[in-house]
T-cell receptor, first 116, second 109 residues
Framework: DSGVTQTPKHLITATGQRVTLRCSPR?????VYWYQQSLDQGLQFLIQ???????AKGNILERFSAQQFPDLHSELNLSSLELGDSALYFC???????????????FGAGTRLSVL | DAKTTQPNSMESNEEEPVHLPCNHS???????IHWYRQLPSQGPEYVIH???SNVNNRMASLAIAEDRKSSTLILHRATLRDAAVYYC??????????FGPGTRLSVLP
């Protein structure tokens, strides 16, 4: 158990809908990361938050947004869903931001999103 | 983004050592080398990291070449539970992890 909790585990929805994925980081971790893993794209970095502030953006679509709340949990919002958004979405947390030991990321079990 | 290259797949027999190679010829002086693995139906899991010197922990050993252009993750005695995709990642301050395709390790009983 990594200590990172993601809910829900599975989500089935229809095209055009909006969903929210939730992540609770390990106790004491300030940094949260979101990744998307699909069969044809591998694991892709989406966005990073550190202590409530957005720190880095990767391949995140404009239809997707995220935030990190004062209690450090994070939510990833996906809207106007398309078939191609079906994937596993992982959240990870690290104690700090930086390099080496500060950047060791602990991953949750993921949310499997199916868009029908 | 600094790139790493790894073999697509490797096979090992149970209870034998496994050496997983990674090439990172464009590594910069401040890049750490991280290894993660992803077991089937699970999120990636941290294995080990290092900068210049070889590193050991309870899971594995990391051998880093003197010129740092390559590294090798060593599993001393492979078990069936070690069957996973292993990712070698360069960690540069301010840059985000780039997960490549990794090496799919199969462990034969």
């Amino acid at each position: 158990d990594s200590g990172v909790t993601q809910t829900p585990k599975h989500l089935i929805t229809a095209t055009g809908q909006r969903v929210t994925l939730r992540c609770s980081p390990r106790s004491g971790d300030l940094s949260v990361y979101w990744y998307q893993q699909s069969l044809d794209q591998g694991l892709q970095f989406l966005i990073q938050y550190y202590n409530g502030e957005e720190r880095a953006k990767g391949n995140i679509l404009e239809r997707f947004s995220a935030q990190q709340f004062p209690d450090l949990h994070s939510e990833l919002n996906l809207s106007s869903l398309e078939l191609g958004d079906s994937a596993l979405y992982f959240c990870a947390s690290s104690v700090d931001m930086g390099q080496g030991a500060k950047n060791i990321q602990y991953f949750g079990a993921g949310t499997r999103l199916s868009v029908l | 983004d600094a790139k790493t290259t790894q073999p697509n797949s490797m096979e090992s027999n149970e209870e034998e050592p496994v050496h997983l190679p990674c090439n990172h010829s464009t590594i910069s002086g401040t890049d750490y080398i991280h290894w993660y693995r992803q077991l089937p139906s699970q999120g990636p899991e941290y294995v080990i990291h290092g900068l210049t010197s070889n590193v050991n922990n309870r899971m594995a050993s990391l051998a880093i070449a003197e010129d740092r252009k390559s590294s090798t993750l060593i599993l001393h005695r492979a078990t069936l539970r070690d069957a996973a995709v292993y990712y070698c990642i360069l960690d540069n301050y301010g840059q985000n992890f780039v997960f490549g395709p990794g090496t799919r390790l199969s462990v034969l009983p």
